[in-house]
């Protein structure tokens, strides 16, 4: 697609705390205040139960394996 264009991609390999990276990407460390220019209001505290992980429900019964009989 770049060549369709007419573009040639410069590569340059760079670790992520290298000032180059910052010089590539335009990067700035924060300066504190909000974009719009109004004071940051902070974020409600999240009341959700913790990760528990996928496939868990609130059936916490133990489950039972069905027997199969050997040879039948």
């Not at 770049?2 to 390999?13: L, N, P, R, S, W």
């Not at 000032?19 to 209001?41: M, Q, Y």
């Not at 999240?46 to 039972?64: E, I, Q, V, Y």
């Amino acid at each position: 697609m770049m060549a369709g264009a007419g573009i040639e991609a410069t590569v340059t390999k760079v670790r992520s705390d290298e000032a180059e990276l910052s010089r590539i990407t335009g990067a700035k460390a924060p300066s504190g205040t909000p974009l719009d220019g109004g004071p940051a209001v902070p974020r409600p505290k999240s009341t959700n139960a913790p990760f528990r992980g996928l496939g868990t429900s609130k059936d916490t019964s133990p489950r039972r394996r069905r027997h199969v009989p050997k040879g039948g």
